[in-house]
């Protein structure tokens, strides 16, 4: 299934894989346009991982973890998950999110944290499958007013 998938976290990222994680942010957000500069911000920014999944030179999916220091303890959260459409359902998201817990256990964090929505019933389907645990919580946000 996933056999000849390898999974990489990136510390640089040639044109080619910039051009092919272009081309998968549609499929993760319709309202985001790709930025080079923040990718490249990302990756300079300690306590920021992407990994990728690789099929030979092709990027088929991403997922970022960030990691910090709270007062309770060091903490991780994923986010931007996304598998290229034609190659869903074969297992990719779990090598990602593998490789992610993987990580989180060689970083000592104390909780890895991540967010779904409720339509995404695979995805949480695969979360749960993984360990990860629904929490009863009021998830807020605030967006600022752009300057």
């Known amino acids: 299934m996933t056999g000849d998938i390898r999974i990489e ?3 640089s990222l040639t044109v080619d894989e910039r051009r092919q994680i272009e081309a998968l942010l549609p499929q ?6 790709f930025d080079p500069d923040r990718l490249q911000a990302m990756l300079d920014v300690p306590g920021v991982e992407l990994f990728l999944a690789l099929d030979e030179k092709e990027v088929v999916g991403m ?3 960030a990691t910090f220091p709270l007062v309770t303890g060091w903490r991780g959260i ?3 998950v996304v598998v290229d459409h034609e190659r869903r359902g074969r297992g990719v ?7 992610i817990i993987d990580e989180s256990a060689r970083l000592r964090l104390r909780t890895l944290d991540l967010t779904s929505r409720p339509s995404r019933a695979s995805a949480i389907r695969l979360y749960e499958s993984l360990g990860f645990e629904r929490r009863e919580t009021n998830a807020m946000r605030f ?5």
Do not use: F
């Open 9 to 11: 976290i990136a510390h």
């Open 28 to 33: 993760l957000s319709s309202t985001i346009a």
């Open 63 to 65: 997922a970022t973890l």
């Open 78 to 80: 994923v986010e931007d």
């Open 93 to 99: 998201a779990r090598r990602l999110l593998e490789a």
């Open 143 to 147: 967006v600022p007013r752009q300057a």
